[in-house]
């Protein structure tokens, strides 16, 4: 099987299961690759990362972004293959903010 999972949540943000967690059930269920895009966070990554170390499943870093546009109250981006940590501050929203833009966490 060739089956890949391109949005899973962890309990970094608002899933149910660990990084290793959902290594593990990736590994149960066959897939050949996972990508853990956690709401605003990239902070399960490096324990998803080592939870695959030795697996056949490949993990692909990403991110879901919550943000607002034009009325719209809120809309989810997802980001993948992430090369770089990314940490939202209050100081980066606001500046964002400045610039006509908005986020939310």
Known sequence: MNAIDL???STYSDGTFTPKMLI???VR????????TDHDT???IDD???????????LIPGI?????YKG??????VGLLLMI?????TRSLKSSALQGMSATT
């Open 7 to 9: 949005h899973v949540h």
């Open 24 to 26: 593990d059930e990736a």
């Open 29 to 36: 269920k066959g897939l050949s690759a996972m990508a853990l």
């Open 42 to 44: 990239t902070d399960g």
């Open 48 to 58: 998803a990362r080592l939870a695959s170390a030795g697996t056949n499943v490949e």
């Open 64 to 68: 879901e972004l919550s943000c607002s």
């Open 72 to 77: 719209f109250k809120e809309i989810h981006i």
């Open 85 to 89: 940590k990314i940490k939202l501050s």
